[in-house]
């Protein structure tokens, strides 16, 4: 056991070890330890009444100290202002300091038994000490403070097992000891309440996030509460679906987050009936009716803003799996100059959807981000004095200043039928869910010639091959020339994270060997995401748009004949200022926003 510093948690000490490391500035060191005293006792005042109902058997014994302190102040780092001073970034510093293992807890990699049966959630909640690992008879414990010597000796003696102490933040590890002990409780009771055999726990692969155990509701309605916890889970990591799989021995929960499936949690497959259930239920549908897919929507709150999910059922060979897309406001209601549009492409998009009248088409495969282009624009044009009407399959998020219709194709309502008799509605705008077929086309150029501005979304993979699609639908030439104001082309592209951003060099021949010519000679300093828990060792997080825009000028209306060549029409583009998907993504990757192996992944060159 490595000897305690004398003041370990003293608060100039502290702030010394975060000056050393260039986290903290002298100014606001000083600042806090002329205010310490002060800042201690409010912390103190708001932690009793935090626990003022807790059982004095579960009540934290480790006091409030300098770390706290700064913590609540909500600074940011010296070294970096756009990265906080945040537990983690401290407690990392104190333990390079004390020689100690940093150990950030993730839950991917915990086992759920060994967390909740080693030690009792009393007394890990009182001493703030959670078992990690156990491995050749050594138990590695995680605390805030690694010196309290009584503590290890307790759970040494009760274990009967060697122990070896790491250091991890206070509230990860009451984060962990609530969401862990709370979420056994509710699995273990559902999976005996719906039969079926023991299934270890242990070969869970991550939690979902879950209330603390003072929320559970007092019925213990465990179907209820898993549920809660995963939306709740998906919604804390920004998931943009949730996937539930059922397998033959066990039920597989995935999460899409930043365009990638990751497996988030293995349920016992005896429980997969009652989710699916429990779901269905939420979103109205038939909880009898298994053999055919069915369709519905659940709208919850996520803090203060509402999200609507969409919920799709369909049977496989293992019973019914269920798919749920989280529609986000926070993600689809955005400015424009968040969305990843450069300067000039901002400039451009913004002449057309201020247009009194025209078609706009937004094109690209699906998850390529349209639907967040298409209501953030609308968004951004809509006022008191316009009518905005929209016609989806299904609506994707409910907007009060729109007027949304659903299509409903079983009772005769489509997208052509609707469009049909949407202008007797006065509508200024007008948007499309998808512009699929002729009917649908033909409709909107009416609407077009009317005097309305048009929104829709079409499914090709780049802004150019839009006119060839249309003229594939049978849409003449020359009402595409009298109608077509833009067409945009989009994909969505990873970041890196900021995190764990790396500088590194790289002969830009060695990129064009690889089919990326970036137009620069000579080693290049570019970056990349070694991987950290921020990101789940992807090296990524979160994504932003790269487009290639075409304003539908004279010469490209030119161009638009029955007889009409893309690689005329995107050369004609390319002339007039038309930047590639390719060629947007390199800006990007140059600008160290995301990394080349993103760009090749998710464009290419056309020949």
């Known amino acids: 056991m490595t000897k305690k510093p004398q003041d370990a948690f003293k608060p100039e000490v502290v702030c010394q070890i975060l000056i050393q490391n260039k986290l903290l500035s002298t100014t606001n060191a000083k600042e806090i330890l002329r205010k310490k005293e002060d800042l201690l006792q409010k912390l103190e005042k708001i932690r009793r009444q935090k626990y003022e109902n807790t059982p004095s058997a579960e009540l934290i014994s480790n006091p409030l100290n300098i770390v706290d302190v700064i913590v609540s102040l909500k600074l940011n780092r010296a070294d970096n202002p756009g990265l906080p001073l945040d537990e983690e970034t401290i407690y990392q510093a104190l333990a390079r300091h004390w020689k100690i293992p940093y150990y950030k807890i993730d839950p991917l990699k915990l086992d759920l038994n060994v967390v909740t049966t080693t030690i009792p959630r009393s007394f890990a909640m009182k001493h703030l000490v959670v078992p990690v690992d156990i491995k050749d008879g050594l138990l590695t414990v995680a605390m805030p403070d690694p010196f309290n010597l009584v503590v290890l000796d307790d759970v040494a003696m009760a274990c009967k097992l060697r122990v070896e102490v790491v250091v991890s933040p206070k509230s990860e590890i009451i984060k962990l000891i609530n969401e862990f002990f709370g979420f056994k409780r509710s699995i273990v009771a559902a999976q005996d309440q719906f039969g079926g055999p023991v299934v270890d726990l242990g070969n869970l692969e991550q939690y979902v996030r879950l209330r603390a155990a003072d929320e559970l509701p007092s019925n213990d309605q465990h179907i209820v509460n898993a549920v809660d916890h995963l939306f709740l889970y998906a919604f804390d990591q920004k998931a943009s679906d949730i996937h ?259 500088p590194f060099e790289m002969p830009s021949e060695e990129l064009k060997s690889l089919g990326l010519d970036v137009g620069r000679s000579g080693k290049l300093k570019l970056f990349k995401g070694n991987g950290c828990e921020k990101c789940r060792g992807t090296g990524y997080q979160g994504r932003t748009c790269v487009v290639e825009l075409i304003p539908f000028t004279e010469s490209i209306r030119k161009l638009t004949t029955a007889s009409a060549e893309v690689d005329a029409i995107r050369a004609k583009a390319r002339e007039e200022g038309m930047r590639t998907l390719r060629e947007s993504a390199i800006e990007k990757f140059m600008q160290g926003f995301t990394t080349y192996q993103e760009v090749l992944r998710v464009t290419w060159e056309h020949t």
């Open 244 to 502: 539930i799989e059922p397998k033959r021995e066990l039920s597989l929960v995935r999460m899409r987050i930043d365009g990638v499936l990751h497996t988030i949690y293995k349920l016992p497959k005896a429980v997969h009936s009652a989710i699916i259930s429990r779901i269905k239920n939420l979103a109205r549908m038939d909880m009898s009716e298994k053999r055919r897919p069915q369709d519905g929507r659940i709208k919850t709150d996520k803090g203060d803003v509402e999200v609507e999910i969409r919920v799709s059922t369909i049977p496989v060979a293992f019973g019914e799996k269920v798919v749920m897309r989280i529609m986000d406001p926070d993600i689809l209601f955005r400015d424009l100059s968040e969305l990843g549009f450069s300067k000039v492409d901002l400039e451009r998009y913004q002449n057309i959807i201020t247009m009194p009248h025209g078609i706009l088409l937004v094109c690209g495969p699906t998850g390529s981000g349209k639907s967040t282009t298409l209501y953030s624009t609308l968004n951004k044009i809509n006022t008191p004095g316009i009518n905005i009407t929209t016609i989806e399959e299904p609506i994707e998020m409910v907007h009060e200043s729109f007027n949304q219709i659903a299509v409903q194709n079983q009772i005769g309502i489509t997208f052509g039928s609707v469009l049909r008799n949407i202008l007797r509605q006065d509508p200024d705008i007008i948007m499309i869910g998808e512009m699929r077929d002729l009917e649908t086309a033909e409709n909107a150029i009416q609407a077009a010639l009317t005097g309305h501005l048009v929104l829709s979304t079409l499914h090709t993979n780049d802004a150019p091959s839009a006119i060839m699609r249309l003229l594939d639908l049978g849409v003449p030439h020359f009402l595409m020339q009298a109608t077509l104001v833009g067409i945009l082309g989009q994909r969505l592209i990873r970041k890196i994270c900021n995190y764990c951003k790396t």
